[in-house]
């Protein structure tokens, strides 16, 4: 089996830490003008694949894969979401839709966790939506979740996910988890962003999940997809 080994992430401390500095120094003004945060409802979940395959409940966890030790599985989460841009209105998006163990629809899940505070988030989605297409026909899926809006640690609200979607012109699903509430049973931090998570769809386990943004969206992913590739499932 080949160990799974992510490419290089963007480097140096010093770019995240200068981005998270300016979203505490905002987070201490105001915010009584800002909209309330969206009501993000607890959802119903999901529990099979769209070929009716059960999501998995074994294993369960936030632990990434290390060289050949398996990692978790990424546990079945159920967002508010706009499936692409904003056409359609909200919907619920389950990962119980990117499972698929035999590989029909898709191969690797690129969860995408993000805050509208954050520039560094904005860039890598900008280099994501430059190759989604690409990747998209070779098995890539993306997913991206809004953990926070303007003010680290608030929100989103649902204006300020919509105009995120705008600005990206985003064409696939984006989800809204308040403050992080159901993303940080794996980790999740939302006055830490970016936060990215490389799934195997064929069992849902977890191959990366790391903060900061990779240096290259294309890279990364597609060392997850050659790994899926050449690797038999780890479940």
């Known amino acids: 089996m080949i160990p799974f080994a992510p490419a290089a992430f963007a480097p140096g401390a010093a770019r995240f830490g200068a981005m998270l500095a300016l979203a505490v120094v905002a987070a201490c003004g105001s915010s009584d003008d800002r909209p309330p945060p969206f009501p993000d409802p607890d959802l119903p979940l999901a529990d099979a694949s769209p070929d009716g395959e059960p999501y998995p409940t074994d294993r369960i966890g936030e632990r990434k ?17 706009y499936r692409s841009g904003r056409a359609g209105g909200l919907e619920s998006v389950s990962l119980a839709e990117y499972f698929d163990p ?38 890539i899926r993306f997913l991206e979740v809004i953990v926070s809006g303007a003010i680290v640690g608030q929100g989103p609200a649902l204006a300020e996910v919509e105009a995120w979607i705008d600005r990206h012109g985003t064409t696939f699903p984006t989800g809204i988890d308040v403050a992080g509430r159901r993303l940080g049973a794996v980790g999740v931090n939302p006055a830490a962003m970016p936060h990215d998570i490389l799934i195997d769809t064929r069992t849902m386990e977890i191959l990366d999940s790391s903060v900061g943004a990779p240096v290259d969206v294309a890279k990364y992913v597609l060392e997850a997809l050659r790994f899926v590739e050449e690797n038999p499932p780890s479940y």
Do not use: Y
């Open 65 to 81: 894969r290390s060289g050949t030790r398996p990692g978790d599985r990424m546990p079945n989460m159920t967002f508010r979401a």
């Open 102 to 139: 035999k590989q029909a629809r898709h191969k690797v899940l690129h969860l995408q966790v993000a805050a509208t505070w954050c520039a560094i988030c904005s860039s890598e989605l900008e280099a994501t939506m430059s190759v989604v297409n690409e990747l998209e026909a070779r098995g």
